[in-house]
């Protein structure tokens, strides 16, 4: 329980204790455009990412006076995803509800940065979207209305008046689903940041175990061995990113931290910027190059996973199999890139390499842990 206790410390109203710092007086007269930012979260389940979300926002509210929205994706998780009944739900409608919520946020910037009204974008789940609208009325960023007896959702003032932070609170372990966000960041030229909240495994079981409803160990320790924490150096997307130790000293790391959200709204991503690397990861399909590249990439997936599990010391026969399982799905996905069909990559809008790759390790990690768990 050391982070739990560390970061009640760390963010809780600690520092302010009553200091209302200019409580009402919301007078900042802001560019609205360049005073609005999107942080990422990430770290593994119950590593305490909730909590800190929570109390970071309640400081940033006090002590800078901004908006800021928590976006926890497990609180808007809808309890029966489609065949989820009773279970964990698979990687891929993981993946559907993760896009779909983007798709959402997407809608409440728009009315944001154009100063409208919000409402369900064609084509969105009923749950999802009701819950992301109660999860944005909870915390005072929107609030309900009838025009013309049209029942809609209106922007608080201070969503308006304000420079608003939005903190996404997930895993977002894999690269490739924390730049689903940075993309969106892109298109609207908003801040981006990452945290990375860094948590010693076996904290993080221990406290996984106390829930309600704990994930199974094996899913924590796979995801422990996948995660792939933010690289500045290698992924020039990623510079704005800060990795907070559980055991950090408090008021360093909330100093860190308001150091690196004021400069993700002082910088917003140019879509210029970026043009190389866009070029360079939003690539289309259809290209016998990208179909060559996939292949590679998923065959070099595989034999590092089948190295795994050797270390894992499977049983032979049930690495034979694993091998079958993993080349099938590989074969799918190909051939899935190849006519244009939509067994694994239904739910994409643009079909990119990095999405494909991480669509399959979601697939993959599907399988593998069917395996994992066979043998515990
Ligand atoms: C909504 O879904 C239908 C059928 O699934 C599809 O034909 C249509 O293009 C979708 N519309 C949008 C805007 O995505
Ligand atoms: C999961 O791991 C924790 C920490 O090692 C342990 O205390 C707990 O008993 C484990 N739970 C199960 C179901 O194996």
């Given at each position: 329980m050391r982070m739990r206790s560390g970061g009640k410390g760390l963010f809780s109203a600690g520092r302010s204790g009553g200091m209302k710092t200019a409580a009402g007086s919301g007078e900042v007269t802001v560019d609205r455009r360049s005073k609005l930012g999107l942080c990422v979260l990430c770290g593994l389940p119950a590593a305490g990412k909730s909590t800190f979300a929570r109390a970071l926002a309640l400081r940033l509210r006090q002590e800078r006076d901004w908006a800021v929205g928590v976006l926890s994706y497990d609180d808007m998780l809808p309890p029966a995803l489609p065949d989820g009944a009773g279970t964990q739900p698979r990687p891929s409608q993981w993946k559907m509800f993760r896009q779909e919520l983007l798709k959402h946020l997407e809608?409440?910037?728009?009315?944001v940065i154009g100063g409208g009204q919000m409402s369900a974008p064609p084509n969105s789940t009923e749950a999802v979207w009701e819950d992301f609208i109660t999860c944005l009325k909870k915390q005072d960023l929107i609030f309900s209305a009838a025009l013309e007896a049209q029942p809609c959702h209106l922007l608080a003032k201070t969503v308006v008046s304000r420079p608003l932070f939005l903190v996404l609170d997930d895993n977002f372990y894999y690269q490739s689903m924390r730049y689903e966000v940075y993309q969106l960041a892109r298109k609207y030229s908003l801040g981006f940041c990452q945290l990375f909240l860094d948590c010693p495994l076996e904290t993080c079981l221990l406290r996984n175990g106390q829930r309600p409803q704990p994930l199974p160990n094996e899913t924590i320790h796979l995801m422990e061995r996948k995660i792939e924490k933010p690289n500045p150096e290698k992924n020039s997307w990623e510079h704005n990113s800060l990795m907070i130790q559980s055991t950090a000293c408090p008021v360093e790391a909330s100093l860190e931290v308001t150091d690196l959200l004021l400069t993700a709204?002082?910088?917003?991503?140019?879509?210029?910027?970026?043009?190389?690397?866009?070029?360079?990861?939003?690539?289309?399909?259809?290209?016998?190059?990208?179909?060559h590249k996939a292949d590679e990439t998923l065959r070099r997936t595989i034999s590092q996973t089948m190295k795994e599990a050797k270390d894992e010391q499977i049983p032979l026969n049930n690495l034979k199999r694993l091998a079958e399982e993993l080349n099938r799905l590989k074969a799918d996905f190909l051939e899935d890139l190849r006519q244009g069909n939509r067994?694994?990559?239904?739910?994409?809008?643009?079909?990119?390499?990095?999405?494909?790759?991480?669509?399959?390790?979601?697939?993959?990690?599907?399988?593998?842990?069917?395996?994992?768990?066979?043998?515990?």
């Open positions: 809608c409440f910037l728009v009315a709204l002082e910088n917003p991503i140019k879509c210029v910027e970026d043009n190389t690397e866009q070029k360079e990861t939003d690539r289309i399909i259809c290209s016998t190059n990208i179909l067994k694994y990559l239904c739910f994409q809008q643009t079909t990119d390499l990095s999405d494909v790759i991480s669509s399959f390790c979601d697939e993959r990690d599907t399988v593998v842990q069917k395996y994992f768990s066979k043998q515990h």
